[in-house]
Structure formats: structure tokens, C-alpha cells
């Protein structure tokens, strides 16, 4: 069982940066790929990024490549989602995601095939 609590969303102004973490309560955090999704008012839950267990595999979507960044410290079971440049489309509650796999494909973008999820955190980007 995996355990992930989030932290460090708000409120930002267009143009900002945020920088999220998620903690995770696991006995070798370094056997799971991690990730982010985000679901914004009204709209279905959407994959962001995802990283492999060593870091040597990234993927982004679209939407965040060249703004967003995602990173992992396996000393200290965290992983990060370094946000910059936000626009108010950005606003969303974004939820950290773990897998139980050391790789990541692109078949892990849908949120069937997470494992364990955190409660979320809200982003909120003001215009």
C-alpha cells in the first residue's frame, strides 16, 4: 500500500510559478514511476507528467511541455512538479499518481492504470 500526500498548490497570478510535492509512505518508493494528473472545474481528469523510478524517463504532455518539470528524490520518497509560466487553463486540482512499475510508457497517460492515488491539491491561476 502506498500512502501520497500533496502539497504546495494555491493561488498564482498568469505568468507564475508553482512548485508542487508529493510524499509517499512507501516501503521502496523506488520501485513505483510517479506522475501527475489534474482535473479542472467541469472537465474529466487528465494526464500532465510522468517519470520513471530512476528519472531517466519523462513524459509530458502537451499542454506543459517547456513549463512544466517533474522530478523525484528517492532519499526522500518525494516527487516534485515544478511549475512555470501558468496560465489560467492551468487551474486545476492536481493529484500525484504512483504505479507499480519501474518503467513508464505511454500507455501509463490513463488514469485506469494507476495504482495509487493522492487526495489532490488545488492550483488555482488568476488572470
Known amino acids: 500500500q502506498v500512502h501520497l500526500v500533496e502539497s504546495g498548490g494555491g493561488l498564482v497570478q498568469a505568468g507564475g510559478s508553482l512548485r508542487l510535492s508529493c510524499a509517499a509512505s512507501?516501503?521502496?518508493?523506488?520501485?513505483?514511476?510517479m506522475g501527475w494528473f489534474r482535473q479542472a472545474p467541469g472537465k474529466e481528469r487528465e494526464f500532465v507528467t510522468a517519470i520513471s523510478w530512476s528519472g531517466g524517463s519523462i513524459y509530458n504532455a502537451d499542454s506543459v511541455k517547456g513549463r512544466f518539470s517533474i522530478s523525484r528524490d528517492n532519499a526522500k520518497d518525494t516527487v516534485y512538479l515544478q511549475m512555470n509560466s501558468l496560465k489560467p487553463e492551468d487551474t486545476a486540482v492536481y493529484s500525484c499518481?504512483?504505479?507499480?512499475?519501474?518503467?513508464?510508457?505511454?500507455?501509463?497517460?490513463?488514469?485506469?492504470?494507476?495504482?495509487?492515488w493522492g487526495k489532490g491539491t488545488l492550483v488555482t491561476v488568476s488572470s
Open positions: 499518481a504512483a504505479w507499480d512499475t519501474r518503467g513508464i510508457s505511454a500507455y501509463y497517460f490513463r488514469e485506469a492504470t494507476v495504482n495509487y
Open positions: 512507501a516501503r521502496t518508493f523506488s520501485r513505483y514511476a
